[in-house]
């Protein structure tokens, strides 16, 4: 139930560029900030990692403070927060090892060698990197441009950045240790 549950509240969030959009063409913003607050909570309950406990702060705040002063400008500033909390996740990795990225690739590959820590250490940098033009792009958004550009952005265009990055990391990982094999 609860991996259900996760599933459930992850989706969500996936979907949420598109509430807002929605919600905001029909002039009524309110059930989607309180939407935000809910799953806020729910993802805080649900025991999900404590790497998330930030990012799910996050969204009760920018739910919160959407309601209590009556401005959606919170509801679009959800994906900054969330791309700055991942900079922090991310960057805490470089000083608290594991890096993030070498604790994923230890999923699929628990023996990792020392040139695939030395490896997933820099994808870690270059995730760093991602989320603050992430950041910065999505803030872009809300400044100045229209609220489709802000959903197309932050709905589709970042994911698919995001997407890239991962499988073009995965791609070249597995030809760094190819290379890295028959060196040896």
């Known amino acids: 139930m609860q991996k259900l549950m996760q599933v459930l509240i992850a989706l969500m969030f996936v979907a949420y ?6 919600s905001l063409a029909r002039g009524s913003f ?7 607050i809910a799953l806020g909570l729910l993802r805080l309950l649900v025991k999900s990692s404590a790497f998330l406990w ?22 679009k ?20 090892p ?13 023996d990792l060698p020392a040139s695939g820590v030395q490896w997933t250490r820099r994808v870690t ?3 760093c990197g ?3 033009l992430n950041a910065a792009i999505s803030w872009w958004t809300i400044v100045y441009a229209s609220t489709e550009i802000w959903v197309l952005y932050n709905g589709f265009i970042s994911y698919v950045l995001m997407g890239i990055l991962l499988i073009g990391e995965f791609i070249l990982r597995k030809r760094h240790q190819r290379l890295q094999h028959n060196n040896e």
């Not at 560029?17 to 929605?22: D, E, H, I, Q, Y």
């Not at 920018?62 to 959606?72: P, T, Y």
């Not at 900054?80 to 991310?90: E, H, K, M, R, Y």
């Open 17 to 22: 560029p598109f509430l807002v959009g929605w």
């Open 30 to 36: 309110m059930a989607v900030s309180i939407m935000l």
């Open 54 to 75: 930030p990012l799910s702060l996050f969204t009760v705040v920018c739910g919160a403070m959407s309601v209590l002063f009556n401005d959606h400008m919170w509801l």
């Open 77 to 96: 500033v959800y994906p900054v927060l969330t791309s700055l909390g991942a900079f922090a996740i991310f960057a805490s990795t470089l000083w608290r």
């Open 98 to 110: 594991p890096s993030m990225i070498e604790r994923f690739a230890r999923i699929m590959q628990p």
């Open 125 to 127: 940098f270059v995730w």
């Open 130 to 132: 991602f989320f603050i």
